[in-house]
C-alpha cells in the first residue's frame, strides 16, 4: 500500500512538472481508441497505443536531447537512444517516473506515465501506472473528468 502511495505521488510530481507547457486534463468528443495498458511495461503498452492509432509526439529537439534536464537523468537516456521521442520527462530520483506523450489523429494529446527502473540485463522494466489527456485550452475541448488510473470513461 505504501509503495503504490508512493508511485502516484511521483506520478503526480512528473505530472506538475510537465504541466509548465499549459496543458490541462480534458476528455475530448472523438479520440482513438485506448487499449487497456495499465501495468504494462512501456514497450509493450507503447505498441499497443501505436496500433490503436496514437503516433509519438516528439517533445525535445534531437540536437538538445543530451543536456535536457527533463530526459538525462534516470530512464531518460536510456528511453531516448531507444527512439521513444514522445518522451517528455524522467525523473532521477524516486521511483524513476516518466512520462510520454501521444497524438491521435483527431488532435487530441495523451500523456502516459511510468515507474521503475529499466534494467534489461536485470529484466526490470518501468510499467505504465497512468494515462490521461491533456489539452490545451486553447484547442476548445470540452473539460471534463480525466481519465483515471488509466480507465477509459
Known amino acids: 500500500?505504501?509503495?503504490?502511495?508512493?508511485?502516484?505521488l511521483m506520478t503526480m510530481i512528473v505530472s506538475n512538472r510537465l504541466c509548465l507547457a499549459q496543458t490541462k486534463p480534458c476528455q475530448p468528443l472523438r479520440h482513438a481508441r485506448l487499449p487497456a495498458i495499465s501495468e504494462l511495461i512501456y514497450s509493450r503498452a507503447r505498441k499497443k497505443l501505436l496500433a490503436a492509432g496514437w503516433q509519438p509526439l516528439q517533445?525535445?529537439?534531437f540536437n538538445?536531447?543530451?543536456e535536457d534536464p527533463d530526459?538525462?537523468?534516470g530512464n531518460g537516456p536510456l528511453f531516448w537512444?531507444?527512439?521513444?521521442?514522445?518522451?517528455e520527462a524522467c525523473s532521477g530520483t524516486g521511483v524513476a517516473a516518466c512520462a510520454f506523450l501521444f497524438k491521435d489523429a483527431y488532435g487530441n494529446h495523451l500523456r502516459v506515465t511510468t515507474a521503475g527502473e529499466e534494467l534489461p540485463e536485470e529484466k526490470t522494466y518501468a510499467?505504465?501506472?497512468?494515462?490521461?489527456?491533456v489539452c490545451d485550452e486553447r484547442q476548445g475541448f470540452s473539460h471534463h473528468t480525466p481519465l483515471t488510473n488509466g480507465q477509459e470513461n
Open 1 to 8: 500500500m505504501r509503495l503504490k502511495a508512493l508511485l502516484l
Open 71 to 73: 530526459i538525462k537523468s
Open 127 to 133: 510499467r505504465v501506472t497512468g494515462f490521461q489527456f
Open 81 to 87: 537512444t531507444r527512439g521513444y521521442v514522445e518522451l
Open 59 to 61: 517533445t525535445k529537439s
Open 64 to 66: 538538445d536531447a543530451d
